[in-house]
């Protein structure tokens, strides 16, 4: 027979007690919050592309700052310039992140409105990989989407928490095919043809951005 300890019991009463507090286990709890928090992202984007009172300009604005706001640029930056941002100094980091931005949520925005008209997003699933590291999966349907077949979509966000705690997006899957790899890939290719010139690689970013 197992001996029990008065301290043992009182370990136990506190764990249940926390337990019964939370209601959920902090993974689900996790990403319970993540998949909320990319529904309500998601329904905020689409009332902005779809809301017919706003001018194009104001349109794209909005959604650029909401896009702004919901994904962590810096970070998805700082990955797909990947193993070249060692040696780039404090300046070139800022612009690099600054054309990165302009050109990441032009091209997100564009996607996003050429979907919006016909489209809709169902949020299906979410599954905490870590405590802060959630996947959050989605299909998309309707008339604009890319799918050759007519078949939703499935697309996936990878949720994470900023520097102030608060879940932010870092990447988007359209099938097996991760966003942020896919630029750094890219960039990766890029520079290796331009003598890892990062300078260079900012300037294409900024002419891919205005050619949007």
């Known amino acids: 027979m197992c001996a029990v300890t008065a301290r043992g019991v009182a370990r136990f009463s506190v764990a ?13 709890a996790d990403a319970t919050s993540a998949k909320t928090f990319v529904q309500q992202s998601v329904d905020k984007e689409f009332a902005i592309l779809k809301d017919t009172s706003l001018v194009q300009q104001e349109r794209e604005t909005r959604s650029r700052a909401l896009l702004g706001s919901i994904i962590d ?24 992140v600054s054309a ?8 997100f925005h564009s996607d996003l409105d050429q979907s919006s008209g016909g489209g809709t997003v169902a949020i299906t699933g979410a599954t905490a990989r870590a405590a802060d590291d959630v996947i959050v999966t989605a299909s998309v349907a309707g008339a604009n989407t890319r799918s050759a077949t007519g078949a939703p979509m499935n697309l996936a966000f990878r949720v994470r928490k900023n520097a102030a705690g608060n879940d932010t997006i870092v990447d988007v899957l359209l099938g097996a095919i991760s966003m942020a790899v896919t630029q750094r890939d890219d960039f990766s290719s890029y520079l ?21």
């Open 16 to 28: 249940c007690a926390v337990a019964l507090l939370c209601g959920v286990p902090a993974a689900h």
């Open 100 to 107: 990165f931005s302009d050109y990441f949520l032009n091209m």
């Open 192 to 212: 290796q043809q331009h003598s890892g010139n990062i300078d260079e690689l900012s300037a294409e970013l900024e002419k891919r951005a205005a050619a949007k």
């Open 73 to 96: 640029i810096k970070r998805v930056a700082m990955f797909a310039l990947g193993p070249y941002a060692r040696d780039a100094s404090d300046i070139q980091i800022a612009d690099f």
